[in-house]
């Protein structure tokens, strides 16, 4: 299986080293030196990782045969992508990669079905589970400890326990549409 592990930044310097966007929480693991990385576009790989080390708190590398500031510009915006075995897991037990995550059922503490993880969005405060309902509506879930309170993998679930306004019931919605509610959810999040 392939994760994306970083995006290649811009050139810095003169002798071949580029900043990364990290998107991997194993940098350390994934983007080390001798790492072999694909990439897309394909033709810009497979990059050899020679050297890496943080500078000013961002992480940059430098590639094997990649020796300019010409051909590191030339990097610029390719994604790294490291070959991973699917049944692989972080190292820390409260964490998981994506592909895990995927079309897991969402339900609600006292058990109600609420849908079905579609897509996992990586924002810079939070992660976000995209879950698509039964009637085809999308809701957003943070995904944080204090909402996504279960990950049980072997039960494909994920259990919430979301606050008051994150999940229009219908009741809710009635409210709204009376007059008498909260905003709708596509208000708060969209």
Same mark, same amino acid.
């Given at each position: 299986?392939?994760?994306?592990?970083?995006?290649?930044?811009?050139?810095?310097?003169?002798?071949?080293?580029?900043?990364?966007?990290?998107?991997?929480?194993?940098?350390?693991?994934?983007? #080390?030196?001798?790492?072999?990385?694909?990439?897309?576009?394909?033709?810009?790989?497979?990059?050899? =990782?020679?050297? #890496?080390?943080?500078?000013?708190?961002?992480?940059?590398?430098?590639?094997?045969?990649?020796?300019?500031?010409?051909?590191?510009?030339?990097?610029?915006?390719?994604?790294?992508?490291?070959?991973?075995?699917?049944?692989?897991?972080?190292?820390?037990?409260?964490?998981?990669?994506?592909?895990?995550?995927?079309?897991?059922?969402?339900?609600?503490?006292? #058990?109600?079905?609420?849908?079905? =993880?579609?897509? =996992?969005?990586?924002?810079?405060?939070?992660?976000?589970?995209?879950?698509?309902?039964?009637?085809?509506?999308?809701?957003? =879930?943070?995904?944080?400890?204090?909402?996504?309170?279960?990950?049980?993998?072997?039960?494909?679930?994920?259990?919430?326990?979301?606050?008051?306004?994150?999940?229009?019931?219908?009741?809710?919605?009635?409210?709204?549409?009376?007059?008498? #509610?909260?905003?709708?959810?596509?208000?708060?999040?969209?």
């Amino acid at each position: 299986m392939q994760l994306v592990v970083a995006r290649v930044g811009r050139a810095h310097g003169i002798k071949g080293e580029v900043t990364v966007e990290v998107r991997t929480d194993e940098p350390e693991r994934r983007l #080390g030196p001798g790492a072999v990385l694909l990439t897309d576009p394909a033709s810009a790989g497979p990059l050899t =990782i020679e050297t #890496g080390r943080v500078h000013s708190g961002r992480l940059l590398l430098r590639f094997e045969g990649v020796r300019d500031r010409t051909a590191a510009e030339a990097l610029r915006n390719t994604l790294l992508i490291a070959e991973v075995d699917p049944d692989d897991k972080p190292e820390d037990p409260e964490e998981y990669y994506d592909h895990q995550l995927m079309d897991l059922d969402v339900v609600t503490v006292d #058990g109600t079905e609420v849908g079905r =993880i579609t897509e =996992i969005s990586h924002l810079p405060s939070q992660d976000l589970f995209v879950v698509e309902r039964p009637d085809g509506t999308e809701v957003l =879930i943070p995904f944080v400890e204090e909402i996504v309170t279960e990950i049980d993998l072997a039960e494909q679930r994920a259990v919430i326990d979301p606050p008051p306004g994150l999940i229009d019931d219908p009741a809710a919605s009635d409210e709204v549409a009376d007059g008498h #509610g909260a905003a709708s959810s596509e208000d708060e999040t969209g």
